[in-house]
């Protein structure tokens, strides 16, 4: 548990530093690539880059946070470890969850909301007593760092969960010769490692650094938030995995996982007071110092987030967070959290330097002190850029729209004027809210933690705003249910905040598993051929292993779902899962398969399927046809047999191969495109993306049509290969990035389409064509895009593009057909308005929308327009000549 000491700072302060026996002090860079040559030069492990900090695996986690995360899947044995020994530098954020060290940061001397994990591990190659002496060895004879100010810490055990004293780990402390009264055992908070709400877990040691060099035994002021005493060094043991209903099971391998918190690595070897004394931080500083004009980084601490230091540390730590995660994908609008920090980097930069664009400005130090380590920072650096302009422009103008409401109140209640979160855009949202709260709760004279919470995430003020506005209102505020509120958000923000329906499945789900259950095996969905003209689906066997009904599962036979058949008003909703099945669930924007399951007596019409946990529900309803079978019954166990419907798998596949091609030529297209949705039907593709500002013009779409035309022409080959995450992480390729979107950890598909003039290159679950030509042929049917740059695109291939093809060519022909007989004097004046009326109800009524394509409307309508103008020139000709010859 972190406090803050101010008396343990100034005493900090105070002490001759600490002293290594190294005396030309080393660079960050060095440093890193000595402890990663360590491992990988003299103890054999390979190198393995950091993953992004965007989980691209894992639900429970909004950002990555340690090392481990990129494993998860070698330690749930879902697939081979690549090597048996790793090691690498992990990029890590902690900005929410259990590990948030947000608030904290600018404050101390050594937390940060981004950080580098210097890390090593072991696949079932090595355990605990190995990692230790490694550990000790490049610690104290590498780094020369003196064994005397050195501490270790182990697992004191937990009798609630059955857990024993880690004896086996203070053993091999004594064993290595370190003195028993530093070593010390500690409980779950401090020496038991949990990534998340669930999954890998273990007991963990801890090395822990004396910077005064006391010679008295420091160690009853370890994991007291001392900062003249901390951890540097973090040995995780994972033999156990968290589930989901709180328990921890043993896990059937053991695997090693270190983290050494590179930042506070450095800070000791260079002999710094604090982390951002050191070479990672000081060119920040210095840039800072340049851009703003102010007087330099001191390096003091005053507990106060508005001093000039604290300033300069906040926006360095903050900039490098907000440059890594952009680079990596992640989007402000699909995390608050990252928006938040982006918003307050640019208050302070404004408030405290008196400067704009700092953060823009901060992004190209960030990517040159880190691009050589972490190259997607210079790659992805324009990306960056454009994503802080928008922001920086977007939250600009949020402010001046909420100070103009916020003024407004202070004329009614003067009193707000000590409100001082200027920051805040919705500040005066908030403040109505409160106010519509308080109206229902006049007699309690509490502002509860549900409201409270409601404040500070959804309006975003500060838990020191919200106090402030307590104390205006004379209310109590109840902090204690708040931060029980926002831990149980946090939980529920990590599963996911689902509707009702979901909810219900995710318990049934919860039973399967308690029940271990098999998974199905859904590997069927990828199993089909192309003779060159058609595809064919083979039908498979299957056994029902769960029924649902209404909600409620059903496991065993004594159980069952009778076929009433009957018409009533009283919906049934049944849901059938299978050990194994050929369906394809909601994933990557594809929408699920329809189809049939069939047992001996009952027709089972699937229109719906989803996949939670590897548990593939089917669900539907018995066939109206079936009243020969009324009465029969259906039971775990029954034996059935599984078929698609395969004109609509079909139509789906075409539309998402299609899918990836535009996807890829929109992002040629444009300086930067996020995709924000897809979706993917038997008939019609949609996909939407923020494009922060900028938009189509109609010559590109015009371009992308006739682009992805020849290359479905072109009859190009579409490949897909089988990965795993590991073996993600390895390729060079763009990763879609919807929101919520989660890779499994095996069974990946790595789909290619590369051609001279377009590559396309993603990672997805879905199921694709082969060939390109199978497309037939591409057109789109809407665009629209709003003022902030965010797009709806809809297209369509196959047959219902050359239908749709087809009937905007004979648009085009009546128009053609119209202009010569308005030229030639064939129509009137009033016989053209009525046809080109017609034609224009033809383009634009509603019902025929999607049946014209957009590229031939917008040409249509423009024709039309010019038309009407030549028209109506006539027609004031045709009445002056006529006039003229009257009165001639």
Same mark, same amino acid.
């Not at 599984?642 to 299609?658: D, K, W």
């Not at 019609?684 to 938009?695: D, P, S």
């Given at each position: 548990m972190y406090f803050y000491s101010i008396k343990a700072m100034n005493f900090w302060f105070l002490i001759r530093r600490y002293s290594t026996s190294n005396a030309v002090k080393k660079s960050a860079k060095l440093i890193r690539n000595e402890f990663l040559d360590y491992f990988e030069k003299d103890l054999g492990h390979t190198f393995i880059r950091s993953s992004p900090v965007? *989980?691209?695996? %894992? +639900?429970?986690? @909004?950002?990555? =946070? @340690?090392?481990?995360?990129?494993?998860?899947?070698i330690f749930l044995d879902y697939y081979d470890p690549p090597v048996t020994k790793a090691v690498n530098s992990q990029k890590c954020i902690r900005i929410s969850g259990k590990h948030n060290d947000l608030n904290i940061v600018g404050n101390d001397v050594y937390h940060h909301t981004f950080f580098e994990m210097l890390g090593n591990w072991s696949f079932g190659d090595y355990f605990k007593e190995e990692a230790c002496r490694y550990a000790w060895n490049l610690l104290t004879k590498h780094y020369g760092i003196k064994e005397d100010f050195l501490y270790v810490t182990y697992f004191a055990g937990n009798e609630q969960l059955g857990l024993e004293p880690d004896l086996e780990c203070k053993d091999i402390w004594l064993s290595i010769g370190i003195s028993k009264d530093k070593i010390v055992p500690f409980g779950l908070e401090d020496n038991f490692w949990e990534m998340g709400i669930s999954g890998p877990c273990g007991p963990c040691t801890e090395i822990h650094v004396d910077h005064t060099k006391q010679i008295i035994n420091q160690s009853t002021r370890i994991n007291k938030g001392y900062a003249d005493l901390t951890e540097l060094w973090n040995?995780?043991?994972?033999?156990?995995?968290?589930?989901?209903?709180?328990?921890?099971? *043993?896990?059937?391998?053991?695997?090693?996982?270190?983290?050494?918190?590179?930042e506070r690595l450095v800070a000791l070897l260079q002999e710094k007071k604090s982390n951002y004394d050191t070479d990672i931080f000081q060119p920040l500083f210095k840039a800072i110092q340049k851009f703003a004009n102010t007087p330099e980084y001191k390096g003091q601490f005053y507990n106060d987030e508005s001093s000039l230091d604290s300033g300069y540390r906040i926006l360095a730590d903050h900039s490098r967070m907000i440059t890594v995660a952009l680079a990596d994908g992640m989007m402000p609008e699909d995390h608050n959290k990252l928006r938040r920090i982006i918003r307050k980097a640019i208050a302070v930069s404004e408030k405290t330097f008196k400067k704009e664009g700092m953060l823009l400005e901060l992004s190209n130090a960030v990517a040159d002190n880190l691009g050589d380590v972490y190259p997607e920072l210079q790659n992805n650096l324009k990306k960056v850029q454009k994503i802080i302009e928008f922001e920086e422009d977007l939250f600009k103008s949020l402010r001046i729209a909420s100070d103009k409401k916020w003024k407004q109140i202070l004329k009614i209640r003067p009193e707000l004027v000590t409100i001082t979160n200027w920051m805040t855009p919705n500040l005066f949202e908030g403040y109505n809210y409160l106010q519509s709260n308080l109206k229902d709760s006049k007699e309690t004279k509490i502002l509860s933690g549900y409201v409270a919470f409601k404040l500070y995430d959804t309006y975003g003020l500060t838990v020191e705003t919200i106090i402030k506005l307590a104390e205006i209102e004379s209310l109590y505020f109840d902090e204690k249910a708040f931060q029980d509120k926002l831990e149980n958000i946090k939980y529920r923000s990590r599963i996911g905040l689902m509707k009702d329906s979901e909810i219900v499945i995710k318990k049934v789900v919860e039973i399967l598993e308690k029940n271990r259950i098999p998974k199905t095996d859904d590997i069927f969905k990828y199993k089909y051929t192309f003779d060159g003209n058609n595809f064919q689906f083979p039908k498979i066997e299957s056994k029902i292993i769960g029924l649902i009904i209404n909600g409620n599962l059903i496991l065993n036979r004594e159980n069952e779902?009778?076929?009433?058949?009957? =018409?009533? %008003?009283e919906e049934v909703e049944i849901g059938i899962i299978l050990d194994k099945t050929l369906c394809h669930s909601w994933k990557s924007g594809q929408s699920p398969d329809t189809g049939v399951i069939c047992t001996t007596d009952l027709i089972f019409n699937i229109n719906n399927v989803n996949k939670i946990n590897d548990y593939v529900i089917h669900f539907g309803k018995f066939a109206q046809n079936n009243s020969k079978f009324l009465g029969e019954t259906l039971k775990v166990g029954d034996s059935c047999?599984?078929?698609?419907? +395969?004109?609509?798998?079909?139509?789906?596949?075409?539309?998402?191969? @299609?899918?990836?091609?535009?996807?890829a030529s929109i992002q040629q297209a444009m300086q930067i495109a996020h995709l924000r949705s897809t979706l993917i039907y038997s %008939?019609?593709?949609?996909?939407?993306? =923020?494009?922060?500002? =900028?938009?189509?013009?109609?010559?590109?779409l015009e371009r992308i049509e006739n682009c992805l035309n020849s290359l479905i022409n072109a009859d190009v080959p579409v490949k897909i290969r089988t990965i795993n995450s590991s073996e993600l992480l390895e390729e060079d390729c763009f990763i879609t990035s919807i929101p919520k979107e989660v890779f499994p950890y095996t069974g990946i598909h790595l789909v290619t389409i590369d051609t001279r003039i377009l590559k396309s290159k993603e990672a997805c679950c879905g199921t694709h064509v082969p060939k390109t030509g199978i497309l037939e042929d591409f057109c789109f049917l809407f665009y629209s895009s709003t003022k902030t740059g965010k797009l709806t695109i809809k297209a369509t291939v196959g047959p219902r593009a050359r239908f749709a093809k087809l009937k905007g060519e004979n648009v085009e022909n009546e128009i053609l057909n119209l202009e010569h007989k308005l030229k030639t004097n064939e129509v009137s004046y009033k016989t053209f308005t009525s046809l080109s009326k017609d034609i224009e109800d033809k383009i634009t009524n509603d019902d025929t929308e999607m049946l014209i394509p957009y590229i031939i409307k917008k040409k249509c309508l423009t024709k039309l327009t010019v038309l009407k103008k030549y028209a @109506?020139?006539?027609?004031?000709?045709?009445?002056?000549?006529?006039?003229? %010859?009257?009165?001639d």
């Open positions: 965007r *989980p691209l695996h %894992d +639900p429970t986690v @909004a950002f990555v =946070n @340690a090392g481990m995360n990129q494993f998860k899947g040995i995780v043991f994972i033999q156990y995995e968290r589930l989901s209903d709180g328990t921890i099971v *043993p896990l059937s391998k053991h695997y090693v996982d270190t983290g050494m918190g590179f779902i009778v076929n009433s058949n009957r =018409n009533s %008003d047999v599984v078929s698609i419907n +395969p004109e609509f798998r079909t139509g789906v596949m075409r539309h998402h191969t @299609a899918a990836h091609l535009l996807n %008939d019609i593709l949609r996909l939407q993306f =923020n494009c922060f500002g =900028n938009e189509l013009t109609f010559e590109q @109506a020139v006539r027609k004031r000709k045709i009445k002056v000549s006529f006039k003229q %010859d009257v009165k």
